[in-house]
């Protein structure tokens, strides 16, 4: 088996399980452990993981956030339904910003219910969905592209931001505790702040599952947001601090409305 191949079916098995053993992955590939590292080496260059002790993780971390090729083929179902209800907050003829993430680009493609729209965005799976649909004005955003949030970031977005107005903006984070949103990477971070900036409105978009975890960077306050969109209620101790904190959080439906 080929090296390309054996790391593409590590990554298969970490959307799968979310983790992988260093000594499963060498008797289910019949290689060394010392090629399993490399394998996990390389793959943890390229952003797709992050190596633990025995093994690996696509687990976010204080400084870690898997690929977007990663994250795109996890949770679909909740993205679809806090997409879903973060389209109801969306009227045709708005400017609207959608920051980079999966989670972002199901809402993106979603926005072509609402149309005629505006869409601003530096999210390269939206700019790519949408480009050359009918009623849809799409400004996208340049900046140094990176493949591990495929996204453009840094001075050239933020600038473009800076000149730039929307009726709302749709901002996803990886990480809420208490009543901050965290994200691990500053580039990411300070385009997200600025979309926040330049928006009349904005709505913070997070997985159930990433409530009660921290990252690197405090991106905002939860105050900060008009409304905040989760798929699955969280643990009472959290619905508490948010209540505490007069958070309002709003639970997406994952039933089929039909």
């Known amino acids: ?6 790391q593409q ?3 298969n098995l970490l959307v799968e399980n979310k983790t992988v053993d260093l000594d499963d992955l060498a008797d289910r590939f019949a290689v060394s452990k010392m090629t399993i590292h490399r394998d996990l080496d390389d793959l943890e260059q390229a952003g ?5 002790r025995g093994g690996a993780t696509i687990d976010a971390g204080m400084q870690f956030e898997s690929d977007f090729r990663i994250r795109e083929r996890l949770g679909t179902e909740a993205k679809l339904a806090m997409a879903q209800t973060a389209l109801e907050l969306v009227e045709p003829g708005m400017t609207v910003m959608v920051n980079d993430g999966s989670m972002a680009a199901v809402l993106g493609e979603m926005l072509l219910q609402k149309r005629p729209l505006t869409l601003i965005t530096n999210n390269a799976a939206i700019m790519e969905r949408l480009k ?3 009623a849809i004005t799409l400004i996208a955003l340049g900046g140094i592209y990176s493949a591990k949030f495929n996204a453009y970031l840094g001075v050239v977005t933020e600038e473009a931001l800076s000149r730039l107005r929307a009726d709302i903006a749709f901002i996803s984070t990886p990480a809420v505790s208490g ?29 159930h599952q990433r ?6 960077h405090v991106m905002a306050d939860l105050a900060d947001f008009d409304a905040v969109i989760t798929d699955i209620a969280p643990d009472a101790a ?20 039909t």
């Open 179 to 207: 009543r901050l949103a965290y994200h691990m990477d500053d580039n990411v971070v300070r385009a997200k702040r600025a979309m926040i900036a330049s928006s009349a409105r904005t709505c913070l978009l997070v997985n």
């Open 211 to 216: 409530i009660g975890h921290t990252a690197l």
């Open 132 to 134: 050359g649909e009918s």
């Open 238 to 257: 959290f619905l508490e601090e948010f209540e505490q904190a007069g958070i309002t959080l709003t639970i997406a439906s994952t039933q089929d409305p």
């Open 9 to 11: 079916l590590i990554v």
């Open 48 to 52: 797709v993981l992050r190596k633990v």
């Open 1 to 6: 088996m080929r090296r390309e191949e054996r």
